[in-house]
T-cell receptor, first 112, second 110 residues
């Protein structure tokens, strides 16, 4: 079945540690997105990529990094520079600019 | 000013009533608009997409788009307790990115 797979579902990070969230899609979509969601809040855009080897910062990119070496994959690294990383992270993809987004199941990151 | 704004809610309606959710956007170039439903702890799922002025109906859901006034709305007829969720409005604009509003939490009371 086609879809987006995020892993892990739950992740715990120690202070000062970098962690990488995985996002893989087999929908053959060109565009991929990373959003952060805090409790009771909407989705805020971290990074997005419209094509392989190219990506743009969203509204809250500080403390995060991404890569897009393959069309299917768009991993997000939460660096130690992100001081408040505890949140629900959602990866999405779209076939084109004006098409619907499909979401992964999300990764819940907690700092311990 | 946020690019996509929603009436913040929370919104409560009795079972069987019509729930009305509203969204405004600031980017006049925006061409596509989406309503997503998100249950607590889950990822958003698409309810409706709308691209041209007017109404679009799908079962109990009707999306309305007015590009001149830059608003899009979602009506849920015959609301059910299972409709209780957060509803997110989203649009794509000149920045070529998919932007979401902050969401409206809807509770349908039995």
């Amino acid at each position: 079945d086609g879809g987006i797979t995020q892993s892990p579902k739950y992740l715990f990070r120690k202070e000062g540690q970098n962690v990488t969230l995985s996002c893989e899609q087999n929908l053959n979509h060109d565009a991929m997105y990373w959003y952060r969601q805090d409790p009771g809040q909407g989705l805020r855009l971290i990074y997005y990529s419209q094509i392989v080897n190219d990506f743009q910062k969203g509204d809250i990119a500080e403390g995060y990094s991404v890569s897009r070496e393959k069309k299917e994959s768009f991993p997000l690294t939460v660096t130690s520079a992100q001081k408040n990383p505890t949140a629900f992270y959602l990866c999405a993809s779209t076939a084109g600019l004006n098409t619907e987004a499909f979401f992964g199941q999300g990764t819940r990151l907690t700092v311990v | 000013q946020k690019e996509v704004e929603q009436n913040s809610g929370p919104l409560s309606v009795p079972e069987g009533a019509i729930a009305s959710l509203n969204c405004t956007y600031s980017d006049r170039v925006s061409q596509s608009f989406f309503w997503y439903r998100q249950y607590s702890g889950k990822s958003p799922e698409l309810i409706m997409s709308i691209y041209s002025n007017g109404d679009k109906e799908d079962g109990r859901f009707t999306a309305q788009l007015n590009k001149a006034s830059q608003y899009v709305s979602l009506l849920i007829r015959d609301s059910q307790p299972s409709d209780s969720a957060t509803y997110l409005c989203a649009s794509t604009g000149s920045a070529r990115q998919l932007t979401f509003g902050s969401g409206t939490q809807l509770t349908v009371l039995p």
